[in-house]
Every structure is written in structure tokens, then in C-alpha cells.
């Protein structure tokens, strides 16, 4: 026996090596290596060389055989170089800020004014734009595309700001131009108090023949940080609903495997999506149109961009056509994404954010969660209520779980001994075993359902917590000041109480700096708490019959420390809660069952008196 014990020891070290082994190869490695590559990314963009003329995509011709403009890669400048470059209309609303060119007509300088980067007083607010020539550049490009038609207005096309100074709700602007060949363009940009732009595009032929056109729609992103893209649970790409289909595709595969075909489509929407941010384009809801996802190569850089070529128009001498277009720019508010979806027949626009395989019960927690966040006003304190309804939900369901493993610990010794006694007789020990499950009328399978049926449940609350708007920059109580990243302190310095920053301690400063995600060693307040609940709700689980399980699952609590300590802190506070509240449930029940637990064994060993379990 003390062999086998031996063995298993071993076995068991080495299982934990290989399993820390890996979440370093796989998690903390990987969170290193991100940042170097940002920063080269940026080196990359910053050498990026003058206009590649002609380096387009493969285009998504219409049926015409029309296809969209090819993209161009400008010598990089810094963002405010880019901005001061081309004359500009200045945006402003109670959401936006920012300009968009009067070279190419582009809506390329956003930032969402409700919004910060950090939580610094002085933090400037999220950018969502930025002008092409700045590296990472991101901007909507609109237009019109034409086979052997001469002069068409495309990125590099000054236009005449002919009406209005300010963009603004209830102020539009107009821009023309002239092409001098018989072709007069007018666009009219409007936009809301919110982020939903309106361009409407007219065409004048004025020549002497006849021309057929198509509008055209872009957003394009021409290089992607190397920081997006690497949320496993929350989607970062293209997104879009067309061809009576939603359509992701994750910035690793877009770069890596280029954007697709087209589809065509009547009515939808396309664009690129972050983890809280939406560039959306929204043809109209009757336009028969072509959508898809374009990779370019070009100076070194990847540009993706979701794109869509209209339905061909016929222009007459003499006549002249009209197409409009939405943009969405800005923050994916559920509420105000579904208000857009009704008021402007724009189909399933809620969809922009990813709620996940349990969709169906992903949605109804948020909304519940926002209820409870809008009454209570404290987002953390929202996600206890929220754990607490969930489990009086669950209650009687988790009873019968709890109930039934207090008595499979209950009759544990008992199993014990008939394992013990017929060890070499596999069959007389089963049957012995299930007359002792009939005498003492226990069930080894009662536990699993009620596990079972929880899990979507669960998934679906983890998934909200991931993607809610709400919890970023959402304080809790003391130190937690933005319950969406993580825990900021670490034990390596006590907590903050010693004045020593883990980040820049040689050789493993990396394993323990703060950051999102933190490294692999930074332990925070929260996970240890998190740790502490776990191990105690799997003490309070009958012990696995195999010694080397039971020294596996002994050691799960500290890995899943480690794993959760890199999540939002909003998630620690949620499993944390959810633990105290499975060890009183778990130890109610074995209190009523006389068990002997964890809790009992604590106050026995603190007080000196015998537990209630003997």
C-alpha cells in the first residue's frame, strides 16, 4: 500500500507540473507575447512606406460585374499629423466628438465622449476613429463604384463643404463635387444624439452619355492592434447580419485565412466590432446589395474591412439617383441597439453583441442584471442579488444535489471498509455496495442532474459577465474600483501595503505585473478568496474513491486560483458569493445529516469542543 501511495504521489506531482506547464505555454506566455507584438506592430505601421496604389481586395462584384474601390496604404504620421492633414468638418454631439475629411468625405476621427480609457481623472475618451496615415488607422468610407466610368470621388477627392459648419443632432452638412466630366456628387450627412450617422449620396449625370453606378460602403481597419482579437469568451471582428444570416469572423482568422466570399442580400448590416465598440454599416432596408469581408496586404500591414456593393443604377442623361446609407459609431448599448432594430427595420442589430451558444438564457439575465443594477445603483452589488436570485431559482434542485452527496459522505467509511474487505473480489464488492446504498437509501447518481440542468445557467451568467457595457469602469466597494479589470492588488506585495511594484522584479517581473490580463503570479485579494471558498465547498463533497482523485481534486481549488485571478474582478465577486453561498446551503445540510465538515472540524480545533458530527 505505502508503494501505491508512493506512485500515486508521483503521479499526481507530475500531473500538476504538466498541468501548470501548460496554462503558462498556453495562457501567461501568450499574454507576453501579445504585448511585444503590439509594439512591433506599431514599429511595422510606423515603417509603413508611401501609397500602394491599386492593392485591393478581392472586390465583391455585383451582378453588373461592378465592384468596389481598391484600398491604399498612405506613408504613416502621427494621429494629429493625419487629422491636420485634410480640411475638416467638426462632429459634435452628446455622444461624439470628433471631424470627418472633407478629402474622401470620410467619417474618420471619432471619440465616444461617454467613455474613458482609464479611470484617471484626466483620461482622455475612447477613440473610436482615427484618420488614415495614423497607424492602426479606422474609418467608414463611402462612395460610389462604376466599371469605365472616369472621375469617381474616392479617398484622395477634396470636396466643397457647401452648407453647414458643425455636425451636429438637427445639423447637417452638405459636401459636392464636381468631377469637371459630366458627374456631380452631393452627400448630405446627418446624425443623432446618439451614434447613428445618416449619409445620403445623389449623382447627377449631366454629361452626354449614359452611366450605370452602385453605392459602395467600407469599414476598414488597416492593421489590428495585436491586443484585440484575444478575448476567447467575448467575440472581436467582423460581425454582421446579411443574406439572412449572422456573419462572425475573429480578426486571427480574417488575417490569417483572408475574408471570405460574398453574399448577397436583401437589407442587413456589416461591420467591425471590438469587445464594447461597433463600426457598423447599414444599407437600406429594401437595397439589394453584396456584402463581405476584405483582407489586403499591403506595406506590411493586414487592412481588413467589412464592405457591401449596391444594386446597379441606371443614370440617364440628364437624371440623377439617390442612395442612403446609416453608419453606426459607438458603444454596443443593448437598449439603444434594439430601439435602432425597431425604429429603423435594421434586422437583428442586438446581435452585435455576442451573447453566446445560450443565447436564450444569456439575454434574459442581462436584462434581469440591468434591472437590478438600475434600482440598486451599485453594479457589484447587482451581481450579488443576481447570484442570490439564481440560487433561490436553483434551490431546490441544489438541495436535492446537496442532500444526496451529504450522504454519500455519510456512508463514505462504510464504503470504505466493503471496498477494503473485498478488494479481490470486484463483483461481491458492488453488490455489497448497492445493498448499502439501498439499506441507507442513497443514490450515487441524484447529485448529477441538478448539476447538469445548472450548468447553461451558469455558462450564461459567466457569458454576461463578459460582455455587459454596464460593469466597465463600474466600482464596487474599497480598493475595487472597475469591477471589468482585474484585481489591481497582488500578495506579492502585501497587498499594496509594501511600496514595491512585482512588475519590476528581474526575471519574473513579467509573471507578476499587473496588467489585462495580469501575469500568471499576480494573486489578487479576490482569487484568494475565490480560492478559499473553493477548497472549502470541495472539502464539503464526498472524497474521491481513488487516492490519487482525491489529491487531484485537493489541488483543483489552488489551480483554479491562479486561472480565475487573470478574469474581471466582477467575475471573483460573482464566484466568490456563489461559494459562501454553496458552503451554507452544503452546510445546513450537513449539519441535519450530522456529517462531519470542514467548518465543524475549524470551530472544533478554535473552541476545543467535539464537532456535532462526534
Same mark, same amino acid.
Given at each position: 500500500?505505502?508503494?501505491?501511495?508512493?506512485?500515486?504521489?508521483?503521479?499526481?506531482?507530475?500531473?500538476?507540473?504538466?498541468?501548470?506547464?501548460? $496554462?503558462?505555454?498556453?495562457?501567461?506566455?501568450?499574454?507576453?507575447?501579445?504585448?511585444?507584438?503590439?509594439?512591433?506592430? /506599431?514599429?511595422?505601421?510606423?515603417?509603413?512606406?508611401?501609397?500602394?496604389?491599386?492593392?485591393?481586395?478581392?472586390?465583391?462584384?455585383?451582378?453588373?460585374?461592378?465592384?468596389?474601390? +481598391?484600398?491604399?496604404?498612405?506613408?504613416?504620421?502621427?494621429?494629429?499629423?493625419?487629422?491636420?492633414?485634410?480640411?475638416?468638418?467638426?462632429?459634435?454631439?452628446?455622444?461624439?466628438?470628433? &471631424?470627418?475629411?472633407?478629402?474622401?468625405? /470620410?467619417?474618420?476621427?471619432?471619440?465616444?465622449?461617454? $467613455?474613458?480609457?482609464?479611470?484617471?481623472?484626466?483620461?482622455?475618451?475612447?477613440?473610436?476613429?482615427?484618420?488614415?496615415?495614423?497607424?492602426?488607422?479606422?474609418?467608414?468610407?463611402?462612395?460610389?463604384?462604376?466599371?469605365?466610368?472616369?472621375?469617381?470621388?474616392?479617398?484622395?477627392?477634396?470636396?466643397?463643404?457647401?452648407?453647414?459648419?458643425?455636425?451636429?443632432?438637427?445639423?447637417?452638412?452638405?459636401?459636392?463635387?464636381?468631377?469637371?466630366?459630366?458627374?456631380?456628387?452631393?452627400?448630405?450627412?446627418?446624425?443623432?444624439?446618439?451614434?447613428?450617422?445618416?449619409?445620403?449620396?445623389?449623382?447627377?449625370? /449631366?454629361?452626354?452619355?449614359?452611366?450605370?453606378?452602385?453605392? $459602395?460602403?467600407?469599414?476598414?481597419?488597416?492593421?489590428?492592434?495585436?491586443?484585440?482579437?484575444?478575448?476567447? @469568451?467575448?467575440?472581436?471582428?467582423?460581425?454582421?447580419?446579411?443574406?439572412?444570416?449572422?456573419?462572425?469572423?475573429?480578426?486571427?482568422?480574417?488575417?490569417?485565412? %483572408?475574408? %471570405?466570399?460574398?453574399?448577397?442580400?436583401?437589407?442587413?448590416?456589416?461591420?467591425?466590432?471590438?469587445?464594447?465598440?461597433?463600426?457598423?454599416?447599414?444599407? %437600406?432596408?429594401?437595397?439589394?446589395?453584396?456584402?463581405?469581408?476584405?483582407?489586403?496586404?499591403?506595406?506590411?500591414?493586414?487592412?481588413?474591412?467589412?464592405?457591401?456593393?449596391?444594386?446597379?443604377?441606371?443614370?440617364?442623361?440628364?437624371?440623377?439617383?439617390?442612395?442612403?446609407?446609416?453608419?453606426?459609431?459607438?458603444?454596443?448599448?443593448?437598449?439603444?441597439?434594439?430601439?435602432?432594430?425597431?425604429?429603423?427595420?435594421?434586422?437583428?442589430?442586438?446581435?452585435?453583441?455576442?451573447?453566446?451558444?445560450?443565447?436564450?438564457?444569456?439575454?434574459?439575465?442581462?436584462?434581469?442584471?440591468?434591472?437590478?443594477?438600475?434600482?440598486?445603483?451599485?453594479?457589484?452589488?447587482?451581481?450579488?442579488?443576481?447570484?442570490?436570485? @439564481?440560487?433561490?431559482?436553483?434551490?431546490?434542485?441544489?438541495?436535492?444535489? $446537496?442532500?444526496?452527496?451529504?450522504?454519500?459522505?455519510?456512508?463514505?467509511?462504510?464504503?470504505?471498509?466493503?471496498?477494503?474487505?473485498?478488494?479481490?473480489?470486484?463483483?461481491?464488492?458492488?453488490?455489497?455496495?448497492?445493498?448499502?446504498?439501498?439499506?441507507?437509501?442513497?443514490?450515487?447518481?441524484?447529485?448529477?442532474?441538478?448539476?447538469?440542468?445548472?450548468?447553461?445557467?451558469?455558462?450564461?451568467?459567466?457569458?454576461?459577465?463578459?460582455?455587459?457595457?454596464?460593469?466597465?469602469?463600474?466600482?464596487?466597494?474599497?480598493?475595487?474600483?472597475?469591477? &471589468?479589470?482585474?484585481?489591481?492588488?497582488?500578495?506579492?506585495?502585501?497587498?499594496?501595503?509594501?511600496?514595491?511594484?512585482?512588475?519590476?522584479?528581474?526575471?519574473?517581473?513579467?509573471?507578476?505585473?499587473?496588467?489585462?490580463?495580469?501575469?500568471?503570479?499576480?494573486? %489578487?485579494?479576490?482569487?484568494?478568496?475565490?480560492?478559499?471558498?473553493?477548497?472549502?465547498?470541495?472539502?464539503? &463533497?464526498?472524497?474521491?474513491?481513488?487516492?490519487?482523485?482525491?489529491?487531484?481534486?485537493?489541488?483543483?481549488?489552488?489551480?483554479?486560483?491562479?486561472?480565475?485571478?487573470?478574469?474581471?474582478?466582477?467575475?471573483?465577486?460573482?464566484?466568490?458569493?456563489?461559494?459562501?453561498?454553496?458552503?451554507?446551503?452544503?452546510?445546513?445540510?450537513?449539519?441535519?445529516?450530522?456529517?462531519?465538515?470542514?467548518?465543524?472540524?475549524?470551530? +472544533?480545533?478554535?473552541?476545543?469542543?467535539?464537532?456535532?458530527?462526534?
Amino acid at each position: 500500500m505505502r508503494d501505491e501511495n508512493t506512485r500515486n504521489t508521483i503521479i499526481f506531482f507530475v500531473c500538476a507540473a504538466i498541468m501548470l506547464l501548460a $496554462y503558462q505555454f498556453f495562457v501567461a506566455d501568450p499574454a507576453t507575447k501579445r504585448m511585444q507584438a503590439e509594439e512591433a506592430a /506599431r514599429k511595422a505601421q510606423a515603417a509603413a512606406v508611401a501609397t500602394v496604389p491599386g492593392a485591393a481586395a478581392a472586390p465583391g462584384a455585383t451582378s453588373a460585374g461592378i465592384a468596389r474601390p +481598391g484600398i491604399a496604404v498612405p506613408q504613416a504620421m502621427t494621429r494629429q499629423a493625419a487629422v491636420t492633414a485634410s480640411p475638416r468638418v467638426m462632429i459634435d454631439t452628446p455622444a461624439l466628438k470628433g &471631424s470627418m475629411s472633407l478629402r474622401g468625405a /470620410r467619417i474618420d476621427d471619432l471619440y465616444l465622449t461617454g $467613455y474613458r480609457q482609464t479611470l484617471a481623472k484626466d483620461s482622455p475618451p475612447v477613440e473610436l476613429f482615427r484618420p488614415e496615415g495614423a497607424p492602426f488607422a479606422f474609418f467608414a468610407d463611402l462612395g460610389w463604384t462604376g466599371a469605365n466610368v472616369p472621375g469617381l470621388p474616392d479617398g484622395q477627392t477634396q470636396w466643397t463643404l457647401a452648407q453647414g459648419s458643425t455636425l451636429a443632432p438637427g445639423k447637417p452638412v452638405t459636401l459636392t463635387y464636381d468631377n469637371g466630366q459630366g458627374l456631380a456628387f452631393t452627400r448630405v450627412i446627418a446624425v443623432d444624439e446618439n451614434y447613428m450617422f445618416t449619409v445620403t449620396d445623389t449623382v447627377a449625370n /449631366r454629361g452626354a452619355t449614359p452611366i450605370t453606378l452602385a453605392p $459602395y460602403g467600407s469599414v476598414q481597419r488597416q492593421g489590428v492592434p495585436a491586443t484585440l482579437g484575444k478575448n476567447g @469568451v467575448v467575440h472581436e471582428g467582423a460581425a454582421g447580419y446579411f443574406a439572412e444570416k449572422r456573419r462572425l469572423l475573429k480578426y486571427a482568422k480574417w488575417q490569417k485565412e %483572408g475574408g %471570405g466570399p460574398a453574399h448577397a442580400s436583401v437589407g442587413g448590416w456589416l461591420g467591425i466590432t471590438d469587445h464594447y465598440w461597433l463600426a457598423a454599416l447599414i444599407p %437600406g432596408p429594401q437595397e439589394h446589395f453584396e456584402g463581405r469581408y476584405g483582407l489586403t496586404r499591403a506595406a506590411g500591414v493586414n487592412i481588413v474591412d467589412a464592405n457591401f456593393v449596391g444594386q446597379p443604377r441606371a443614370i440617364g442623361v440628364g437624371q440623377q439617383v439617390t442612395s442612403t446609407t446609416r453608419l453606426f459609431a459607438g458603444a454596443k448599448k443593448v437598449p439603444l441597439l434594439k430601439e435602432y432594430q425597431t425604429k429603423l427595420a435594421i434586422p437583428h442589430f442586438d446581435e452585435a453583441v455576442d451573447w453566446g451558444m445560450f443565447w436564450f438564457l444569456t439575454r434574459p439575465v442581462y436584462q434581469f442584471l440591468s434591472f437590478l443594477f438600475a434600482h440598486i445603483g451599485n453594479f457589484g452589488v447587482a451581481i450579488l442579488a443576481l447570484t442570490v436570485v @439564481v440560487r433561490l431559482i436553483f434551490f431546490p434542485l441544489a438541495n436535492k444535489q $446537496y442532500e444526496s452527496m451529504t450522504k454519500m459522505k455519510k456512508v463514505q467509511p462504510a464504503m470504505e471498509e466493503l471496498r477494503k474487505k473485498f478488494k479481490d473480489d470486484p463483483a461481491r464488492q458492488q453488490q455489497e455496495l448497492m445493498e448499502l446504498y439501498k439499506r441507507e437509501k442513497v443514490n450515487p447518481l441524484a447529485g448529477c442532474l441538478p448539476i447538469f440542468l445548472q450548468i447553461p445557467v451558469f455558462f450564461a451568467l459567466f457569458k454576461v459577465l463578459q460582455i455587459t457595457l454596464e460593469m466597465r469602469h463600474a466600482p464596487f466597494f474599497g480598493y475595487i474600483k472597475d469591477l &471589468s479589470a482585474p484585481d489591481p492588488t497582488t500578495i506579492f506585495n502585501l497587498f499594496g501595503l509594501i511600496p514595491w511594484d512585482p512588475g519590476t522584479a528581474p526575471l519574473i517581473g513579467d509573471l507578476l505585473a499587473y496588467g489585462n490580463p495580469p501575469g500568471f503570479l499576480h494573486i %489578487g485579494v479576490l482569487a484568494i478568496l475565490y480560492g478559499a471558498t473553493t477548497w472549502l465547498t470541495t472539502s464539503m &463533497s464526498p472524497p474521491a474513491p481513488d487516492p490519487m482523485q482525491q489529491k487531484m481534486l485537493q489541488f483543483m481549488p489552488l489551480l483554479f486560483t491562479f486561472i480565475m485571478a487573470q478574469f474581471a474582478i466582477g467575475l471573483l465577486v460573482y464566484y466568490t458569493w456563489s461559494n459562501v453561498l454553496t458552503t451554507i446551503q452544503q452546510y445546513i445540510m450537513m449539519r441535519r445529516f450530522k456529517v462531519d465538515n470542514p467548518i465543524d472540524r475549524i470551530i +472544533g480545533k478554535l473552541t476545543g469542543k467535539p464537532t456535532p458530527a462526534g
